[in-house]
Nanobody, 123 residues
Framework: QVQLAESGGGSVQAGGSLRLSCAASVDSLFRYAMAWFRQAPGKEREFVASISWSGDVTYYGDSVKGRFTISRDNPRNTVYLQMNSLKPEDTAVYYC????????????????WGQGTQVTVSS
């Protein structure tokens, strides 16, 4: 069983930056693909970014390309999401997800989920 805990959310003005962290309670994060999703009120959960277990393959949602960067530190069992040039439409609860195998872009591709962290961007 893998438990994931997000941190780093908060309130920021448009154009600002935040870095989210996802700490995994697992013996080793190797072999786990990891991802970030987000969900705004009244909307479906949306893919943000994913990363392979080695970190050499990453994918991004169209709305965050060029602004967000996903990375991982396997020895620390932690995954990060650096968010720059934030916009009000980035406001959502951000979830960390993980599973064995390849990084995929869909919700049901991940068995393990964190509780989420709120990000609020004001104009």
């Amino acid at each position: 069983q893998v438990q994931l805990a997000e941190s780093g959310g908060g309130s920021v003005q448009a154009g600002g930056s935040l870095r989210l962290s996802c700490a995994a309670s697992v013996d080793s994060l190797f072999r786990y693909a990891m991802a970030w999703f987000r969900q705004a009120p009244g909307k479906e959960r949306e893919f943000v970014a994913s990363i392979s277990w080695s970190g050499d393959v990453t994918y991004y949602g169209d709305s965050v390309k060029g602004r967000f960067t996903i990375s991982r530190d396997n020895p620390r069992n932690t995954v990060y999401l650096q968010m720059n040039s934030l916009k009000p439409e980035d406001t959502a609860v951000y979830y960390c997800a993980g599973d064995l195998g390849r990084p995929v872009l869909i919700v049901k591709g991940y068995a393990y989920w964190g509780q989420g962290t709120q990000v609020t961007v004001s104009s």
